[in-house]
């Protein structure tokens, strides 16, 4: 089976949905908060891997 190039971005499956949604929720995200917000807001105060 092909694998996806790095630069080609891949179509998240519905579990991966489910799960993004369920954190966010635990986040705190509500309809004032989106979703998306609360878990960038979350990445963004996380201290950078490297990834060498």
């Known amino acids: 089976m092909k694998q ?4 080609q ?8 949905c489910e799960v993004f949604l ?3 929720r635990q986040l ?3 309809e004032k908060k989106s979703a998306a ?3 960038m807001g979350k990445l963004a ?3 950078r ?4």
Do not use: G, K, V, Y
């Not at 996806?4 to 630069?7: D, G, H, Q, V």
């Not at 971005?9 to 991966?16: H, N």
């Not at 891997?49 to 060498?52: E, S």
């Open 9 to 16: 971005p891949t179509t998240p499956t519905r579990s991966e």
């Open 4 to 7: 996806p190039s790095r630069n």
């Open 37 to 39: 917000n609360a878990l």
């Open 28 to 30: 705190e995200a509500d």
């Open 22 to 24: 369920e954190t966010a």
């Open 49 to 52: 891997q490297n990834q060498n």
């Open 45 to 47: 105060h996380r201290p």
